[in-house]
């Protein structure tokens, strides 16, 4: 049944090779070259898919990436299925199956399309004036709307396709490789510029490479031919790259620009494995020139979407390109040459045009006399007022009009055909310009936006420019090249150019009808079936501006992004609002250009590489060694190393035993380290931290609480005097690098004057720390010559040895209370120090341990953790750590915060200790703490931060905030879970020796 | 995406950087004489200006140094880079 | 109301081609003088000029808007509607906006599709499950509907999301929020000047604030490009340029205008039945009636009133939505923007007097603004009807900055140790 409109053998097509395709699991033929629209062409389909709204039958109809309405879905159910493809930008390759969407059961029988004769009630904005009533009913009305909106279908399996970035410099960036940019390319590469030419279709050439007809002609060739020869020159040329199927999604500042260089979508699926799908360009160019064309604009009339209604210039590019015809009876319906263009290729390959409806009363055209000649019908000043044909169009209906264009006269004309080429002129392509900041001028003549000012190193040339003809383009183009390249020649100079287009165009907006405007449906925006009856009706009810009238009728905001009906709608606004186009201004083009996919967008930032992953040199042992992870900023740390399917609870009170038992072992690697050194170090730490520094004695260690300019704890960690002028800082493992950015940014903002220098080093050592009474047994065994004693290595100092050749710096400091040593030696000998202090700490039972007990085993001690026992919101004194607060220091960072009428009170929050009344319930970290329970809202006096099963203390402990928490030692309190309340008594936040017996031991 | 001409690398793109606020807010020598009122005003109170700012940014990922940069707000346009610690070239 | 919305009206309007629809809002012409002007038309302006004329009878009042209503934030953001706020005055205040959101479709009779499908927050290191179940705890006790899901449970209610433990930063738990959900943003701006107008608000667009006359540190009136009209309340609602507005009376507000980008994926039928936010990864997804994913990135660091930002967090945010949601790896970015939000160092707003007579500013709503649109507007309207704030608003005032009663929303999210 289906025929064959192939017509006539095009170079661009090899007919050699016949690729089978499915459509709507349907088998048809193509050929290599071909998109899945020109196949679909040729086997005569038109009938693609279904509107939005209304669900009306559509057809293709443009050639390009404007394309609203033949969009599919590409290997529906499977890995690499995709929604919302345009049928016009897919080149067919063997095993291609693509269905229709927004349709059931089928596309030829579709249960929405009853819509269509709803829609009478269906205007633009009505669910804003209904589903309101009943109240709780619109989450069932919403299930419906939302099940018979969207297009395609998302994938819902995992993405086999690889994607990848590319950072690209250079001189000159050309996008659009029709005739203006070759010329753009060729005359930059030709003067040593670095130069890069994408084109967004897999051939260059543009519109230019298929125009083999005597109306247009270079220097006495086929316009088509002459650019053919610059293509093979330009290929040639040394500085220059080539980019084809590659599109130029996003236009930034700077001359940043986006590109997507499509690699393998062309390809059968077998072959594309292992390969690179998308390439994502980010392109840096000294200088852009953009030549990306025009858009033709269509004609807005009653029923103007049925399927066989195509822009004149597709019919012509799948004439002339692939070889294919539209229709077997054409008519066109023009306002300028345009058609004529297209009707006169149809000719010359034998396709019958039956006739042109032309809105232009007089034309003085060469094509129009030709066309006469081969009895092709002219209707002057005469427009269509309607088609006919549910999923084909099959008939038009024509009227004169009017001398002023308004109305329609006489009488009305039945002519049949089985295809309709519209053309309303053309449309600048500036969507990059505007992204890129550009501001547009109108321009009357042929009402069109064209670009006014450039806000960087860029021109348009060419048709998004604003010039269209042959004759204009060897005029202007070398002209503006000249100018912004800076060079005092080109070759397209003096040039013999024949154009025989005629650049008359009578516009209207809204094409009359002899039907009153509210029984039309005359599509604007065609994907999302906005009429001109409802930007009419936006206006009608006080919607003025573009943005509102887009917003209200949803015009513009399809996958096309309105690239065909958005001038309409302009023109159709300014006309009834009787506002200027040039003062109505455009909506915002918004990135990007063209769809962008998501994975292209990532690259290889998926799965393990969405972020950095940190380990410290020991990581390999804990893996070998059981240990769980907990992520802690890019970190991943031991959280605990369970044993014998231990779970983390018995896991975690095994190691905390241990540890206080005998000897625990942590990685703490992670931890943030500064080399501060000069001779203002003793000073600078005085500014940045609350407590006092000068007196403190080299090889000392101090523990410091760094606080915010708003007096809020920021980040604690111990500092060792290393020399006179040389410190030891440490961070939170999370704090690091913040901590680093703020030292830095006092010292060289605030205090340039200080002989300060810093350096990271949190990567450069591994820190090992051994605790326990037995602690110190292992580690003499370890450093052998090093005198451990009491008095020659007290609780927080510091000595530096070695072991073998190997440099170490030890610290007798502790985060858990017990004695212990911390061992920090260069990074790449952190593992065998490690697994030293194993096989020397065996005999001691030795027993690695994660944050967890660390966490566990600090709280006993009532040390606070930054940012799990604080949140930005408790200064030192909440934290009742006044003893670290200096009252003799003049300032230091946060200092006069803490004196703010607010952070004096008495009444904030404060860390205290929480025992639970049954010393077994362990409270759940997060947990809120009141004093009666009445109706809600009830009020809390803080929260829990830390909680804990300790199992040296055999009872649940915790640590948490509470209001006035200070003075109510011993008070009973209530933490009241989803299910029952909790009593517990407010204590001291330290749970376990609070004479610092086990530190000195 | 800025190009941003660090004073002491060169030209480098915007994701090297980090921004720090406005420039020229010199942290007051004696805060304890400052009433709550000037205090929060050096601490919080800005200017965050629509049209030409100067302001400080970071090459944290280069030479970690402060400098600063006047910059039109309303469409990112950068018109000079100076040195921390200069007077600024325009005004 | 005269143009009353209805499945009737609608059918009514249908035999007569829907030619004879009233306007939603007039276009009038500043007067001379007003009660209280209104600076900014977007859902907050909107809003604070229907309740002061609903609920105080100030009707002899305009909105100046210097473009056209609703098109700055408003237009602009990912539409969440949530008030599982931490602290007692955040999550009073945003439950009083959401029980307002409850019932707004009804009283302003237009349909704002306030969905309710829920918003889940994840959690994805163990600081972040803390922090969630403080946070659920206290929302509980503050009498707002929260619950904390674990592992399995989340990915029950959202199937799609990749819950697999050997992921980068995997899913851990989470809260849900049942009665929090969206609305459509164009129509609560519309549906509130409809309203508004209504009841005789003036609502003049393309009319640009220059500048606002003072006599004795008190309002006089302000200087617009239609001329200068009279005032002696003036509300300031202009959110990312709040501070240019401040700095025309010399005020120095504690805020920072930075770009929030947002994009949206090409329609596809329903795939998310909820919205979900990661703060961790930064990424918030949720899919619009029309069937877009509509998908929040987050802010740049410098201040810009250009409505861009940079690439790197569009291409950061995708980042995070193909780590939770591999399956989105084909889908395709449609439209992404940008807008400007006005930031307080403590994330959550003000709704205050100032330090002048009769000028108040509502601003500092940051990122999350859209949410709090009805609450917000009802106790503006109150602050200015009564020179003073309701006592939901308290806590927002300026003041906060002096005294050091900050009401810090993102201190909460420190990650140390």
Request: aromatic fraction near 10%.
């Amino acid at each position: 049944m289906t025929k064959n409109l192939r017509v006539k053998t095009s170079k661009f097509i090899d007919e050699t090779y016949r690729i089978s395709f499915k459509f709507n699991g349907k088998i048809y033929y193509g050929f290599k070259g071909d998109t899945l629209a020109s196949a679909l062409l040729a086997n005569n389909i038109h009938l693609v898919g279904r509107s939005f709204k209304y669900h009306r039958p559509r057809g293709i109809m443009t050639a390009g990436s404007e394309e609203p309405n033949a969009i599919v879905q590409l290997h529906n159910k499977t890995a690499r299925t995709e929604p919302n493809v345009r049928a016009t930008e897919v080149e067919i390759y063997e095993g291609l199956e693509a269905s229709s969407q927004n349709c059931w059961p089928s596309v030829n029988f579709d249960i929405g399309g009853i819509n269509n004769f709803l829609s009478p009630f269906l205007p633009a904005g009505f669910y804003y004036k209904t589903f309101m009533w009943p109240a709780s009913f619109w989450e069932k009305y919403e299930y419906f709307i939302r099940k018979s909106a969207g297009l395609g279908k998302s994938p819902t399996k995992s993405d086999p396709d690889i994607y990848e970035h590319k950072y690209i410099h250079c001189d000159v960036l050309v996008i659009g490789s029709g005739i203006s940019g070759i010329m753009a390319a060729k005359t930059a590469a030709k003067n040593g510029l670095k130069t890069l030419l994408v084109e967004e279709k897999p051939n260059l050439g543009g519109s230019t490479i298929y125009q083999k007809s005597e109306i247009f002609k270079i220097n006495n060739q086929f316009s088509g031919s002459w650019l053919e020869n610059e293509i093979n020159e330009l290929k040639k040329l040394k500085n220059l790259e080539i980019k084809i199927r590659t599109t130029v999604a996003a236009f930034h500042g700077y001359n940043f620009l986006l590109a997507r260089q499509n690699l393998t979508d062309h390809l059968p699926i077998e072959h594309r494995k292992g390969k690179i799908r998308h390439r994502l360009l980010k392109i840096r160019a000294k200088k852009v020139v953009s030549a990306t064309g025009s858009i033709e604009r269509p004609l807005i009339f009653d029923n103007n979407d049925r399927p066989g209604i195509l822009l004149s210039s597709a019919i012509k590019r799948y004439v002339d390109l692939f070889g294919v015809a539209c229709g077997e009876k054409n008519i066109f319906l023009t306002n300028n040459d345009t058609a004529y263009e297209t009707a006169i290729s149809l000719i010359q390959k034998g396709i019958n045009v039956e006739a042109i409806i032309d809105n232009r009363e007089n034309i003085d055209s060469k094509l129009l006399y030709d066309l006469e000649k081969n009895n092709v019908k002219i209707y002057k000043g005469f427009t269509v007022v309607g088609t006919e044909g549910y999923k084909k169009i099959n008939k038009i209906l024509v009227m004169q009009l009017s001398k002023d264009g308004q109305r329609v006269v006489g009488s009305k004309i039945k002519l049949s055909c089985d295809c309709l080429g519209v053309s309303g002129g053309w449309t600048p392509a500036v969507h990059l310009f505007t992204q890129s900041g550009g501001k547009l001028k109108f321009r009357d003549d042929d009402q069109i936006f064209i670009p006014s000012n450039y806000p960087s190193e860029q021109i348009c040339i060419g048709s998004c420019n604003g010039d269209f003809t042959l004759n204009d383009i060897f005029i202007n183009v070398p002209k503006s090249l000249k100018k912004f390249l800076k060079i005092k020649k080109t070759e397209y100079e003096n040039f013999e150019i024949l154009s025989e287009i005629n650049k008359s165009k009578r516009n209207i907006w809204l094409l009359p009808s002899d039907k009153i405007l509210g029984k039309t449906k005359s599509f604007v925006d065609y994907q999302n079936d906005a009429t001109s009856k409802d930007i009419k009706l936006a206006l009608r009810e006080g919607f003025r501006s573009i943005e509102h009238v887009k917003r209200y009728t949803t015009t513009g905001m399809g996958t096309d992004q309105g690239k065909l009906g958005n001038m309409h709608a302009l023109g159709i606004i300014s006309e009834t609002a009787g506002t200027k186009m040039g003062e109505l201004g455009t909506t915002t083009f918004r990135p990007p250009y063209t769809p962008l996919t998501f994975g292209t967008i990532v690259g290889r930032n998926v799965g393990e590489y969405f972020d950095t992953f940190r380990k410290t040199p020991i990581h390999e042992w804990h893996i070998s060694n059981n240990a769980k992870f907990e992520n802690v900023g890019q970190w991943k740390r031991p959280w605990y190393y369970p044993k014998n399917n231990e779970d983390m609870y018995q896991a975690v009170q095994r190691e905390s035993k241990a540890a206080r038992d005998s000897a625990g072992i942590l990685d703490a690697s992670t931890l943030g380290k500064i080399d501060i050194q000069g001779t203002d170090a003793s000073e600078f730490l005085n500014r940045v931290y609350t407590n006092a520094w000068s007196k403190l004695a080299v090889n000392r260690c101090r523990y410091g609480l760094m606080l915010n300019e708003d007096g809020m704890v920021y980040d604690d960690g111990v500092t060792t005097r290393l020399a006179e002028n040389h410190y030891i800082m440490t961070t939170t493992t999370g704090g690091a690098a913040n901590v680093m950015g703020k030292l830095e940014d006092y010292l060289q903002t605030e205090w340039p004057e200080l002989d300060v220098y810093l350096t990271s080093v949190t990567d450069h050592y591994s820190t090992i720390s051994v605790c326990g009474p037995n602690s110190k047994k292992i580690v003499s065994k370890i450093f052998a010559d090093l005198d451990f004693s009491d008095e020659k290595f007290p609780h927080m100092s510091f000595k530096n040895t070695k072991i073998g050749q190997i440099n170490c710096r030890i610290m007798r400091i502790s985060f858990t209370g017990e004695h212990s040593y911390e061992i920090n030696v260069q990074a790449n000998y952190g593992k065998s120090i490690w697994e030293k202090c194993m096989e020397v700490g065996k005999d001691f039972n030795i027993t690695p341990y994660g944050t967890e007990t660390m966490h566990l085993l600090r709280a006993e001690k009532g040390f606070i953790i930054v940012g799990q026992d604080t949140d930005g919101s408790m200064t030192p004194i909440d934290l009742q750590m006044d003893w670290i607060v200096s009252k003799k220091k003049y300032d230091f960072i946060g200092k006069r915060s803490l004196y703010r009428s607010d952070t004096i009170r008495e009444d904030r929050k404060q860390l205290v200790g929480l025992l639970t009344d049954n010393p077994e319930e362990v409270l759940e970290e997060g947990a809120q703490i009141i004093a009666n329970v009445k109706k809600t809202p009830i009020e809390m006096l803080g929260h829990v931060t830390s909680s804990y099963y300790s199992p040296n203390l055999k009872k649940s402990i915790a640590l948490g905030v509470v209001k006035g928490g200070k003075k109510m030692m011993g008070q009973k309190l209530i933490v009241p879970m989803e299910n029952k309340l909790i009593n517990v008594t407010i204590s001291d936040p330290v749970f376990l020796d609070k004479e610092n017996k086990k530190l000195n031991a | 995406m800025f190009l941003i001409n660090c004073p002491f690398c060169g030209e480098r793109e915007q994701s090297e950087f980090k921004a720090g606020g406005e420039a020229h807010i010199v942290r007051p020598k004696q805060p304890t004489e400052l009433s709550d009122d000037e205090w929060a005003e050096y601490l919080f109170m800005r200017k965050n200006i629509k049209g030409i700012q100067f302001e400080r940014w970071n090459h944290v990922h280069g030479c970690r140094k402060w400098f600063n940069i006047v910059r039109d707000t309303s469409n990112d346009e950068i018109k000079v880079v100076y040195k921390m610690g200069t007077k600024p070239p325009i005004k | 109301m005269k143009n009353r919305y209805s499945i009737f009206s609608l059918i009514k309007n249908a035999f007569s081609h829907h030619e004879n629809w009233q306007k939603a809002w007039k276009d009038p012409s500043p007067k001379k003088e007003y009660d209280a002007l209104i600076i900014g038309g977007g859902g907050h302006g909107l809003a604070t000029a229907y309740y002061l004329a609903k609920k105080h009878n100030m009707k002899n009042i305009a909105v100046l808007e210097k473009g056209w209503i609703g098109g700055g934030n408003t237009g602009r953001n990912t539409t969440i509607i949530r008030s599982n706020y931490l602290w007692d005055a955040s999550a009073r205040l945003y439950d009083h906006a959401l029980k307002i959101w409850e019932g707004l479709t009804q009283e302003l009779n237009y349909n704002i599709m306030f969905s309710q499908r829920g918003v889940m927050n994840l959690a994805h290191n163990l600081q972040d499950v803390r922090d969630l179940k403080r946070r659920t705890h206290a929302n509980r006790l503050n009498g707002i509907d929260a619950i904390y899901l674990n592992t399995e449970e989340i990915k029950k209610f959202c199937p799609i999301i990749n819950t697999s433990p050997n992921i980068r930063y995997p899913v851990l738990g989470g809260t849900l929020q049942k009665r929090a959900g969206t609305a459509r943003h164009d129509a609560v701006a519309w549906g509130y000047a409809r309203g508004a107008d209504e009841m005789g608000v003036d609502i003049i667009q393309n009319c640009e604030v220059k500048g606002i006359k003072r006599e004795n540190n008190e309002v006089k009136g302000i200087e617009t490009t239609k001329g200068f009209i009279k005032t002696k309340k003036i509300g300031v609602v202009a959110a990312g340029h709040s501070s240019v507005i401040a700095n025309m009376v010399d005020l120095k507000l504690p805020l920072e205008s930075k770009p929030l980008q947002a994009l949206v994926s090409e329609p596809v039928k329903p795939i998310i039945d909820t919205v979900i936010m990661s703060n961790a990864v930064h990424a918030y997804v949720s899919q619009s009636d029309k069937g877009e994913l509509v998908i929040g990135a987050g802010t740049d660091d410098y201040i810009s009133y250009s409505q861009k930002g940079s690439h790197d967090i569009v291409e950061g945010t995708l980042n995070a939505i193909l780590e939770l949601y591999p399956i989105f790896s084909r889908m395709k970015m449609l439209r992404q923007w940008g807008g400007i939000v006005d930031i307080c160092p403590d994330a959550s707003p003000i709704i205050s007097k100032t330090s002048i007579k009769g000028l108040y500013f509502n601003c500092g709503w940051g990122t999350g603004g859209f949410k709090a649109t009805p609450g917000s507007g009802d106790l503006f309207a109150h602050t200015i009807a009564n020179d003073e704030p309701h006592k939901l608003n308290a806590a927002f005032n300026i003041n906060r900055f002096v005294s050091g009663d900050l009401v810090d929303e993102h201190g909460a999210a420190a990650v140390a140790h």
